[in-house]
């Protein structure tokens, strides 16, 4: 450097110039050199590189180097060449001058930890966004993972930051951050709970974006529409938001219905409540008549044994439910009379729709139900119900008319 400036000096002070302006007149035009070659690079780098590379990608049959090369990464890795070339060439303009260097070179140091961190974070995003389209991968809670290198990368930085300022090693700031482990713990407490719940969701496939969860602890019951590592973010069927800590859905207990939704079957399990004194024997004429309507078979009864309305009547369930097409023919169906309470004789229907959707399954579930309220009294049975105030009135009036 010495045998290039003697020249340039001897040049500059033949045309009447000082050496001290010599020589800052030579480190400015050097300087301006060096941000033109940096500003030059990275505008090549923009401009013919990542095209290229872009144009190269978009011709392979893969999706995933269309997103390694897209315009959020590229840009990010433009940003290291400038300080790159800083730090390479600043020595040949302030060589005379090496704490003025030094600093500077701190600079470009901190520059380019900046950038790589830049880099870094694109770089993950367009992970994310592979892996959402990732067929295997997308119902995945990833986004909390993903945070959490995040975090770690950040942190690292800013400890290399830190010690490029003072002047000393990276490791040393470490062991000073071990002996208070305990504190960095407790102020990331909720990221390390999350990244180990988030593991433990991902691992166990106990979690995925859009599905229907319930947690009445919470009280959440909707469907999730993001997993991050701190928080699950569950949009409840009444449009209001619940956020959950991921730790709380591996500590605690809640309901996954992705299994029904996936099975194809959702479960109907509703009884009515039969009056009990309304159950009886079949007359033959009621038999006659119930054939006559296709409400039972024509060998009920056949055998000469007394028939019971309520058995008729679950017969005839079962019947309706085989051929009720929106009811799930490969799924259980099962008709059953529970133990009878004050409330009447309970009929329960067990049996699983087609339908899964909220509102088609609860039309089919009222539909059917209708349909067996609307039936019940032709096998002279009634469904059970508390006396109400018109009810006693009535009563009232009809003891009135007997004394009358």
């Known amino acids: 450097m010495e045998e290039l400036n003697g020249p340039i000096s001897g040049w500059l002070a033949g045309i009447g110039w000082s050496s001290e302006h010599i020589d800052l007149t030579t480190k400015i035009i050097l300087l301006a050199g060096i941000v033109l070659v940096s500003w030059l690079a990275a505008k090549l780098f923009r401009n013919l590189v990542i095209p290229a590379l872009q144009r190269i990608s978009q011709r392979t049959k893969a999706t995933w180097d269309d997103h390694l090369f897209c315009n959020r990464v590229m840009r990010a890795t433009a940003r290291l060449i400038p300080p790159l070339i800083w730090y390479i060439l600043l020595a040949a303009v302030f060589y005379d001058m090496p704490i003025l260097l030094e600093l500077l070179r701190k600079v470009c140091l901190i520059y380019l930890i900046v950038a790589v961190l830049l880099l870094v974070n694109a770089f993950l995003d367009t992970l994310h966004e592979i892996s959402t389209q990732h067929e295997s991968l997308r119902n995945r809670p990833l986004k909390g993972i993903y945070q959490m290198i995040k975090l770690l990368t950040f942190c690292v930085g800013a400890i290399l930051i830190v010690s490029i300022l003072i002047g000393r090693d990276a490791t040393t700031i470490l062991a000073g951050l071990g002996a208070s482990a305990a504190v960095v713990m407790l102020i990331f407490r909720d990221s390390i709970l999350g990244l180990v719940a988030g593991v433990q969701l991902s691992a166990n496939d106990m979690l995925r974006p859009g599905d229907w969860i319930t947690m009445e602890k919470y ?38 219905w992705r299994g029904m939704q996936e099975s194809g079957g959702r479960r109907i399990k509703r009884s009515l409540p039969i009056d009990a004194t309304t159950v009886r024997f079949c007359t033959a004429e009621e038999l006659a008549a119930l054939r006559r309507k296709g409400l039972v078979t024509e060998d009920a009864g056949a055998n000469g044994q007394p028939v019971v309305n309520l058995h008729l009547f679950r017969d005839y369930i079962r019947k309706y439910l085989k051929q009720n097409p929106e009811v799930h023919p490969e799924m259980m169906q099962m008709v059953r009379m529970l133990q009878p309470t004050p409330e009447g004789l309970p009929v329960e229907v067990y049996c699983f729709s087609r339908c899964t959707e909220w509102v088609a399954y609860e039309a089919l579930q009222s539909a059917l139900f209708d349909h067996l309220l609307a039936v019940l009294p032709e096998f002279g049975l009634r469904v059970f119900q508390r006396p109400s ?15 009358n």
């Not at 009280?219 to 991921?246: C, H, M, R, S, W």
């Not at 009535?394 to 003891?399: H, L, S, Y």
């Open 389 to 403: 105030g018109s009810d006693l009135l009535q009563m009232e009036n009809g003891k009135r008319g007997v004394k």
């Open 219 to 256: 009280g959440a019951d909707g469907y999730v529409t993001e997993v991050t590592l701190t928080t699950v973010k569950i949009q409840n069927f009444d449009k209001t938001i619940t956020t959950i800590p991921p730790y709380a859905l591996v500590s605690d207990s809640f309901q996954n």
